[in-house]
């Protein structure tokens, strides 16, 4: 709200409130995915209506380890360029027993670092295989 007072004029206004809407949408993307992502980390049962739901999408979600011989291990988030190579977006990663979610652009990946991410179908086993050393970035 505070962006479209701030505009110039009406048109100005109703750009801004296109881009909000978009921004807004986003948002509640990200706040649905860090809720999928608490169930997965917390071992919680997942109903069978979500279950099916999430069996008929186009999109998957993954948990995959990062192991020692991986391009990934002590590389930052920006130099890897994961969402452009494999179409996987990550949600969120455990070291030891922290969780950081929705890495920024210079968090550096660590072997031993849980990922889970989202994205589709196609991308999950090179991710995997990216993770586990078997394909270079």
Not at 14 to 37: F, K
Not at 50 to 75: C, F, G, H, Q, Y
């Amino acid at each position: 709200m505070t962006a479209t007072m701030a505009s110039r004029d009406v048109e100005d206004a109703e750009h801004m409130a296109g881009i909000l809407q978009i921004a807004n949408a986003s948002e509640t993307i990200s706040d649905a995915a860090r809720e999928i992502v608490n169930v997965i980390t917390q071992g919680l049962g997942l109903d069978e209506m979500v279950i099916n739901a999430l069996k008929t999408s186009d999109e998957s979600i993954m948990r995959t380890t990062i192991l020692e011989n991986s391009d990934m291990a002590d590389k930052t988030f920006e130099d890897i360029k994961l969402a452009i190579k494999t179409g996987m977006y990550i949600l969120a990663v455990r070291r030891e027993k922290k969780w950081f979610y929705k890495p920024r652009k210079k968090f550096i990946f660590r072997k031993g670092d849980v990922i889970i991410a989202r994205g589709l179908d196609e991308g999950v086993s090179l991710l995997k295989k990216i993770a586990a050393g078997e394909v270079r970035l």
